[in-house]
């Protein structure tokens, strides 16, 4: 299941180091966001979600921002391990059952 | 439960052959989704299913593909007759009432 493209943006960081992904999302209606994460043959993975009534959700070792007023989420992983490295998606609901889903950022973690 | 689950992982085909691809969603759950990614597109939503009726098949490309759920544990997505530019990889996914869950996909190749 390759999910890059020839373009797809790549953030590499060194192994212990923190990660922050972001994404513009596009439709002001949305709701209800979700990051996914996608390594190499398998289906993307949910990692975390956020309704619009917050702006910061934690999970373990990653936090989602959402800034409404820019229309702009993010995904921060602290301590970057090498099995983070994937492609990761942030995906958009506007109120109803579709994922509009981003173009994704790839993750290389350095050793 | 052992997650969504697609079949076959892999099929090659030859263009103008008919191609079934199946989904078998987690029990409980009650969404359906079918969706494309390619290099070029990112994921694309093809189409859903609600209590295994088709609730929007605006992302269906053409007459060539169609999608079926004769029941809650069981889908099909039928590319006839299939061409070279429908190679991608096709994910079935299930959602109930939080997340939605990917399976592992079918990667098609046309050819």
């Known amino acids: 299941g390759e999910s890059v493209g020839l373009h797809l943006p790549t953030l590499s960081v060194q192994e212990g180091d923190n990660s922050i992904i972001n994404c513009a999302y596009s439709n002001s209606a949305s709701d209800y966001f979700i990051w996914y994460k996608q390594e190499s043959g398998k289906g993307p993975q949910f990692i975390i979600d956020i309704r619009s009534n917050m702006d910061k959700r934690q999970g373990q070792r990653v936090t989602v921002l959402l800034n409404k007023t820019v229309k702009h989420l993010s995904l921060q992983i602290a301590a970057t391990q090498p099995g983070d490295s994937a492609v990761y998606f942030c995906a958009e609901s506007p109120g109803d059952y579709k994922y509009i889903f981003g173009t994704g950022t790839r993750l290389k973690v350095l050793a | 439960d052992a997650g969504v689950i697609q079949s076959p992982r892999h099929e090659v085909t030859e263009m103008g052959q008919e191609v079934t691809l199946r989904c078998k969603p987690i029990s409980g759950h009650n969404s359906l989704f079918w969706y494309r990614q390619t290099m070029m597109r990112g994921l694309e939503l093809l189409i859903y299913?609600?209590?295994?009726?088709?609730?929007?098949d605006s992302g269906m490309p053409e007459d060539r593909f169609s999608a079926k759920m004769p029941n809650a544990s069981f889908s099909t997505l039928k590319i006839q007759p299939s061409e070279p530019r429908d190679s991608a990889v096709y994910f079935c996914a299930s959602r109930g009432m939080g997340e939605a869950f990917f399976g592992q996909g079918t990667r098609l190749t046309v050819v």
């Open positions: 299913f609600n209590n295994n009726v088709p609730i929007d």
